[in-house]
């Protein structure tokens, strides 16, 4: 009797086979979605991410001795299309930025700039005097100065090293 050259060894193997590959793919991706829903779901939370991301703006956020300092990259807004609000340690900037025109007839190549709505919190790293925030947009960076409090200022002390 000739004998069999590679992996198959009968019916029952494979049966066994099917069920771990059945184990591995709830295991890794869930019940009730089946092969085409998770690939487009991901895609769909990816392209939602990235959307929040490109409407977001590139922060800085840095102290000084006694202010801290925040600056947003905010390019082709003006200063009435932002807004700032703080609220204990967080400061919020809110802000809209419209499209220029309207082309309804015109095929688009590429349509990569962001438009609409967006909003961004910053916790702040330490207690700052609310009162006195001074904020200004010059070349598409908004610069927020934020006066630390007395008390803030007095808990930074420097240590010497003997």
Known sequence: ???????????SELEN???KMERLF?????????LRGWPALRRFEAMKR???WAASPRIDVFEEENEVVVKAEVPGLERENIELSLEGDILTIKGEKKKEEKLEDEDYFYCERYYGAFS?????P??????KVKATLKNGVLEVRLPKT?????????????
Not at 120 to 124: D, S
Not at 126 to 131: A, F, I, K, L, P
Not at 150 to 162: F, R, W
């Open 1 to 11: 009797m000739p004998r069999r050259i590679g992996p198959w060894r009968g019916p």
């Open 17 to 19: 086979m099917k069920e």
């Open 26 to 34: 709830e295991e890794s991706v869930g019940r009730g979605w089946g």
């Open 50 to 52: 990235a959307q929040e």
């Open 120 to 124: 961004r919190r910053v916790e702040l």
């Open 126 to 131: 330490t207690e700052v005097q609310s009162d």
């Open 150 to 162: 007395e008390t803030a200022k007095k808990k930074e002390q420097k240590i010497k090293v003997d």
